[in-house]
């Protein structure tokens, strides 16, 4: 077994690994399992200035689970995602703005059968001038930070997730042909707690988050808002500043977040890799 240098970065989310250099990641084969036990552990994994290439990005994830290939015709390199504002690089930047609301990836899937990502893993390519600061929230932490009380009450609630929902609180107004862009991309009704196979529970929250089943629409909203908040008050949050050849991992099934605004005409890029999941919301 592998054994990691972890230093915690908050008592709640986010550890910084060093002693790990891109060749090990590459030829250590029991460090996968020792960063997925991390993962679990501290939600967060920070790697400093390691300057993993794309190539080595995704021959690392590929040894954390299958990788997400989607997107490919995005980058050069199959399997990798470009995070940027820059059109010329990414043909749906404008997605990208509702990221800048707290948010788990995977609430909205296109096919029925579609889990939420397991982890994700981000590396710096070039960071913003001012913001761009990627900030995590332990979901976790959430749920067992409620009351028994509310726990009891919130335990049979269930959540109805949508594109439009997030794209919304970046375009207020849209325009019919992004209403029916939006509206393309099915639904989805989540339970509000998760229990995993490990047995933890987390909230699911977060931009999606349109309203609660057959509870008033606006009592519904107030609620979710208010969880949202308890969720991600600065106890429960790592914020992130990033600088070139940072790598950071996280993850999706028990970490909210959501990237601090910068400017659209910012250089910033990060080149994204998914690892799958196969845990349903349940």
């Not at 550890?15 to 991390?38: F, K, N």
């Not at 997400?68 to 995005?74: I, P, Q």
């Not at 010329?88 to 703005?97: D, P, Q, R």
């Not at 910068?262 to 250089?267: A, I, K, T, V």
């Amino acid at each position: 077994m592998s054994v990691l240098t972890i230093n915690k970065l908050t008592s709640s989310v986010g550890a910084e690994v060093t002693g790990v250099d891109p060749d090990r990641l590459g030829a250590d084969d029991g460090l996968a399992t020792a960063i997925l036990e991390a993962l679990e552990d501290n939600g967060v994994l920070v790697f400093h200035d390691l300057h993993l290439n794309p190539e080595a990005q995704v021959a690392f994830c590929e040894r954390l689970g299958e990788i997400d290939r989607s997107a490919d015709g995005h980058h050069p390199v199959s399997g990798i995602y470009p995070i940027t504002l820059d059109k010329s690089k990414n043909k749906v930047a404008e997605y990208l703005k509702a990221t800048f609301d707290w948010h788990i990836d995977g609430c909205t899937p296109s096919a029925p059968d579609e889990c939420p990502q397991k982890a994700t893993v981000l590396s710096a390519l070039q960071v913003a001038a001012r913001g761009g600061e990627t900030e995590f929230a332990n979901s976790y932490a959430a749920y067992e930070t409620l009351t028994e009380g509310e726990k009891e009450r919130y335990a049979g609630l269930r959540v109805v997730h949508s594109l439009e929902a997030s794209q919304r609180r970046v375009y207020p107004d849209p325009t019919p042909e992004q209403l029916a862009r939006w509206k393309s991309r099915p639904t989805q009704e989540n339970p509000l707690i998760w229990t995993h196979r490990s047995g933890r529970k987390s909230l699911v929250l977060g931009t999606s988050a349109d309203h609660i089943v057959g509870m008033d629409l606006d009592e519904g909203r107030t609620l979710l808002a208010e969880l949202l908040e308890h969720s991600t008050t600065p106890d429960k949050v790592y914020s992130h500043t990033w600088s070139v050849g940072d790598t950071v991992i996280w993850d999706n099934q028990g970490v909210l977040h959501r990237a601090a605004p910068y400017e659209p005409n910012s250089r910033r890029e990060m080149l994204r890799t998914t690892v799958l999941g196969d845990e349903p919301i349940q």
